[in-house]
């Protein structure tokens, strides 16, 4: 490189990629700690999920339980899920794709 040719030395290259590296972490650990819902039936399931898409809670209302039909109770416990998981996918590129935009932009980065 030339000294004062405008290309940014490696040290701050490798600085910027660490502060890059530890900002992803942080919200990746945030997003482990935040809980986003999704429902189906009007509200009759509701899944709760982390922002890293581990199901943590399902709230069924007595309503959605009809012994003879347990197959309807099933595709509403589904939809609840992949709707919760949508929210945490949502959450997810907001958090997260900012930062490996960044990364991305850097030279040399695999993004």
Do not use: C, H, Y
Not at 42 to 50: I, P, R, S
Not at 97 to 102: F, M, R
């Amino acid at each position: 490189m030339i000294p004062g040719g405008g290309q940014p030395n490696m040290q701050q290259l490798l600085q910027q990629a660490q502060k890059m590296q530890q900002d992803l972490a942080q919200a990746q650990e945030e997003l482990a700690q935040t809980e986003v819902e999704g429902q189906a039936g009007g509200g009759l399931v509701k899944a709760t999920v982390t922002g890293s898409g581990e199901l943590r809670n399902l709230v069924i209302d007595p309503k959605a339980v009809d012994p003879e039909d347990t197959e309807t109770l099933a595709d509403l416990v589904v939809a609840a899920v992949q709707a919760a998981n949508e929210n945490a996918q949502q959450l997810q590129q907001d958090k997260l794709g900012p930062l490996a935009q960044g990364l991305g932009g850097m030279p040399g980065m695999p993004f």
